[in-house]
């Protein structure tokens, strides 16, 4: 559920920081790139700021930008638990073996073009995300179909339940055929959503106008702009300033301030800024190098564990303690929280316990080493989400206390995947977000796959959750053996620990007050723009 809390706009920094920061959106624009041309008589846009770049146009890189932003749409969508719900399909049905699904496409729909949405424009736009990386390359699909104009067939080589969710994913988002070049490569991004391109400066810049065409509800809100913004500080004060109506991804330090700004009972309502809270299906956790000989031992996997103050973190860097994680998965995944589970703890002298019998012995400088071998930790972070180097800092000196040294070091997200393909990565602390596709099936066998994933595992495997995940992921079984395997997996991840759980996730976003409708997507597909409207028009 969304939340509000009100946050008064303090209107005496705003021509101060009017320059910088529109300084900072303009300087940073290169125009060489643009697609369309932006609206000149248009009333002010809503302004949304937020740290995720646009790093090209292929749906697999940034596709969730423009499903995010109701520019283009996929196959089928979800309800916020994942379960699927019409989208350009209006119906759908599988056959009784699972190997056959027959998608009846939505009859008005257009492309921001004028051209109708085709059966055989969604088979091209789904053929080229079966390429890899795109998650719709894992699904075993023998052919992408178009019997007629309005119905799609997908047959399989083998049932395969995720198929649903990987339809709802951005990377899988249908584009008109003159999005792509000769080539078959996305050279613009021609949607059939409510919203159309005006104009795309990859890579901060989108902004957009409703689309006349659109065979659903005329959108209150006419024109949006998107931009990027990497310094969480700066998207908090954009939208103090009041030249953002929506600002995601707020550190902690502007949170605390914005909160602590909404218990003056003095400040006049009317002029606050609101606070909207919604819990993801996201996990802060330190992946590991198993296979290094100081982790492949789950003892010190287990150790790095129980030396971990999740409590004292999540209150302290994210402002709730109940966002200490108790498990991987959070109960907003009701089907995968395990309640069965012994919670995580913070248990400083078990730790100490399971390093003796690891071998770790503690030396006069109060580090330990097993066989002369000083246990010397590295662990890569990143700030797209700006609580993670303040975390990994919390826990490089609560490691230290129990006799591990390790170095923070701060780069950028695509170091972590680098790190595991080259071997190089030891530990790495990113914020996992397991509905990546609705259905949290796809990510695990993703990420504990026997070869480990980018953000999952490293060095490590498990035959029974992996056995677990290829039955979940290939057949219809009943509901009390699909509890079953889903406990079994979150058991053996609980035990062995081949990625270490901290925190829950919470997204935060400031809202202007000039803006009304405003709800969060928990599975972080859209903005619902379509929802919202100016509440004094």
Not at 115 to 124: G, L, S
Not at 217 to 229: E, K, N, Q, S, T
Request: proline fraction near 9%; charge should be positive.
């Amino acid at each position: 559920m969304t939340t509000l809390s009100t946050v008064p706009k303090p209107l005496t920094r705003r021509r101060a920081l009017q320059a910088p920061v529109a300084a900072l959106a303009a300087g940073a624009l290169p125009a060489a790139w643009a697609q369309g041309t932006p609206p000149t008589s248009a009333p002010a846009p809503l302004q949304i700021v937020g740290p995720w770049e646009i790093s090209g146009l292929a749906p697999a890189s940034s596709g969730y930008v423009f499903t995010r932003l109701q520019v283009t749409e996929t196959l089928l969508d979800a309800a916020d638990d994942g379960q699927p719900r019409p989208a350009l399909a209006r119906l759908w049905r599988r056959s009784a073996d699972g190997l056959v699904w027959h998608f009846e496409l939505r009859p008005g729909a257009r492309f921001h073009d004028g051209t109708p949405v085709t059966a055989a424009a969604v088979v091209r736009s789904l053929q080229a995300a079966q390429v890899a990386p795109a998650l719709l390359s894992q699904a075993p699909i023998e052919s992408i179909t178009a019997p007629d104009e309005g119905t799609v067939l997908i047959r399989l080589q083998r049932p395969h339940t995720a198929l649903p969710a990987l339809l709802a994913h951005s990377s899988t988002m249908v584009l008109a055929p003159a999005s792509y070049g000769a080539d078959g490569k996305v050279r613009s991004i021609i949607g059939s959503g409510p919203y159309r391109i005006a104009l795309l400066v990859p890579p901060q810049q989108v902004e957009t106008v409703v689309f006349d065409a659109y065979d659903g509800p005329r959108p209150a809100i006419a024109a949006v702009r998107y931009l990027a913004a990497s310094r969480a500080e700066t998207r908090a004060l954009m939208a103090e300033s009041g030249q953002a109506d929506l600002a995601y991804g707020l550190d902690p330090a502007s949170l605390r301030r914005l909160q602590r700004h909404a218990q003056n009972p003095t400040l006049a309502r009317r002029t606050a800024v609101r606070i909207a809270s919604v819990t993801l299906p996201r996990t802060v956790i330190v992946k590991l190098n198993a296979g290094m000989p100081a982790l492949r031992d789950v003892r010190v996997r287990q150790a790095l564990s129980l030396a971990i103050d999740r409590a004292g973190i999540a209150l302290a860097l994210m402002g709730d303690e109940a966002l200490a994680a108790t498990q991987l998965l959070p109960p907003t995944l009701g089907a995968w929280h395990n309640p069965h589970l012994p919670p995580l703890q913070h248990a400083p002298e078990a730790a100490a316990r399971l390093l003796r019998a690891a071998g770790w012995q503690r030396h006069g400088d109060g580090l330990r080493d097993a066989g002369g071998q000083p246990l010397h930790l590295v662990i890569r972070t990143f700030v797209d989400r700006p609580e993670l180097p303040l975390i990994a800092t919390a826990l490089q000196e609560q490691w230290r206390l129990a006799g591990m040294a390790v170095k923070v070091s701060i780069g950028n997200s695509g170091d972590v995947p680098r790190g595991h393909r080259d071997g190089s990565l030891q530990l790495a602390l990113a914020a996992r977000n397991y509905a990546n596709v609705p259905d949290p099936t796809g990510t695990l066998a993703g990420d504990f796959a026997a070869q480990g994933g980018d953000w999952g595992a490293m060095g490590w495997h498990s035959d029974t959750v992996v056995q677990a995940l290829h039955e979940l992921t290939r057949t219809q079984t009943p509901p009390e053996r699909t509890r079953a395997l889903r406990q079994s997996i979150t058991h053996t991840l609980q035990t062995e620990l081949p990625v270490i759980p901290v925190a829950w996730y919470r997204q935060h976003v400031a809202v202007a007050p000039r803006l009304a409708g405003v709800t969060l997507d928990p599975l972080e597909r859209s903005y619902r723009l379509t929802g919202m409207e100016w509440t004094n028009p």
